[in-house]
Each structure stands twice: as C-alpha cells, then as structure tokens.
Nanobody
Framework: VQLVQSGGGLVQAGGSLRLSCAAS????????IGWFRQVPGKGRAGVVC?????VTFTEESVKGRFTIGRGNAEIYLQMDSLKPEDTAVYYC????????????????WGQGAQVTVAS
C-alpha cells in the first residue's frame, strides 16, 4: 500500500486548494479514506473521512467548505473558502477498517503537504 500526495501551498484567505493522493498496491474502493491535519505541537486531527461502510464524517469547522472524494486510484480533498486557521500540514490516510476519523484508526499515510492560508 502506497499513498503519494500532491498539492498544497500558499493561498489567500477565501481561496481554494485541491489536495490529491495517488493510491497504489490495493483496491481503493474497498478501503476507508481520510484527510487529517496537524499543527505544531499537536497530533493529527481528523478533517474529513469516509469509513468502510461509506459513512462520511466532517469536522465541524470545515463543513460546507471541504469535500472528500475518491476517483481512479486517487483520494482528493477540495478545500474552498479557506481561512487562516486552516493552516496546517495535511495528510491523506487509508485503512481496511477506519471506523472512526481518528489517527489511531488508520495505518497507511501519505507524506504530508503544507497548506498555508494568508490573511
């Protein structure tokens, strides 16, 4: 199982970014998927996840702004109306189970991508 991230960077508040994660070595459609973010001094926090039964969890502060999806061997995160508080390192993740949008539920991780939102 391998996840390779792309995207990220610097954007002005109110702008949009799309993060992608190329998946290989497994059948993505059968796995739980998630996006997490981490700020200095804290652990990875779940942002948006889809568990192995297709149920979506969205962290309250990003509802209506962030969208998770999967395509042909790809996991993506569309981020709109970005705010300075969204600044973090973002990680994609996948797991066979992933029953909750928590770091401990996921085994396979992308390498991370910095997202910086300027005010």
């Amino acid at each position: 199982v391998q996840l390779v991230q792309s995207g990220g960077g610097l954007v002005q508040a109110g702008g949009s970014l799309r993060l992608s994660c190329a998946a290989s070595g497994f059948l993505l459609e059968y796995y739980a998927i998630g996006w997490f973010r981490q700020v200095p001094g804290k652990g990875r926090a779940g942002v948006v996840c889809i568990d192995n039964e297709g149920v979506t969890f969205t962290e309250e502060s990003v509802k209506g702004r962030f969208t998770i999806g999967r395509g042909n061997a790809e996991i993506y995160l569309q981020m709109d109306s970005l705010k300075p508080e969204d600044t973090a390192v973002y990680y994609c993740a996948t797991d066979v189970w992933g029953t909750a949008c928590k770091e401990s539920e996921y085994v396979y991780w992308g390498q991370g991508a910095q997202v910086t939102v300027a005010s």
